[in-house]
């Protein structure tokens, strides 16, 4: 069987191989992110350490356990950012005033209630927990676009790495990318116009004449 080929068929197949060649270069199967918004965003990771301490029978902590407890906070270089709670199931007043004194040395409150961890606390104990959470970028850096060309007019793969990770780094708590800085309702306008209203008050050097001088009397 003999095929004739004509120009239409030429043009055709010619269109044919252009577009199986611009497929091979698209990469199909890669996600193509056509917005500003960068897909290598910070991810935020939570994890738990946790210590079992012994309590007095009349509630409270004993010497021993209120430097261990000490100790413990200074080996988990305990820092701003980090999470303390109580799993006390007798829920004692005398407890939490003992880890408060502790936690207070590294400037840390004591958060209302405890995450769920493993095991149980031990009959006449409880246990101090430590949340911290750590920021990072999944990922990065991604070097898999080999070339310049970019038939998708997309961003790069590694597009956002770089401001990204380094705000994840730099955070001081990993927690506020997540929830951010919540407000308790007080405004902050007039504290930071304290400075404006005193420049602004001012009276002017000129509004009270000038200071007369003598002109005579001088060498």
Do not use: H
């Amino acid at each position: 069987m003999t095929f004739k080929i004509t120009r239409t068929t030429a043009t055709a197949l010619l269109l044919l191989a252009g577009a199986s060649g611009l497929a091979g270069c698209t990469s199909p199967g890669v996600p193509v992110n056509r917005s500003l918004e960068s897909v290598n965003q910070p991810v935020v990771t939570r994890t738990n350490f946790t210590l079992d301490l012994a309590t007095t029978p009349g509630g409270g902590l004993a010497l021993s356990e209120q430097r261990r407890l000490d100790e413990w906070f200074e080996a988990m270089d305990l820092r701003y950012g980090d999470r303390i709670s109580i799993d006390d199931p007798t829920a004692s007043r005398a407890n939490r005033v003992a880890i408060e004194a502790i936690a207070g040395k590294y400037g840390l409150l004591i958060a209302e209630g405890a995450p769920t961890t493993a095991g149980y606390v031990n009959a006449g104990g409880i246990r101090v927990v430590l949340t911290r959470s750590s920021a990072t970028v999944k990922g990065c850096p991604d070097w898999g676009m080999k070339t310049d060309t970019n038939l998708n007019n997309a961003t790069a793969g590694g597009y956002g790495c770089s401001i990204n990770g380094n705000l994840a780094a730099m955070v001081a708590n990993p927690e506020d990318l997540v929830t951010g800085q919540k407000g308790n309702g007080e405004t902050r306008v007039m504290s930071s116009d304290k400075a404006i209203n005193t420049y602004r008050g001012q009276a002017n050097t000129g509004a009270s004449g000038l200071k007369a001088s003598a002109t005579s009397g001088g060498n």
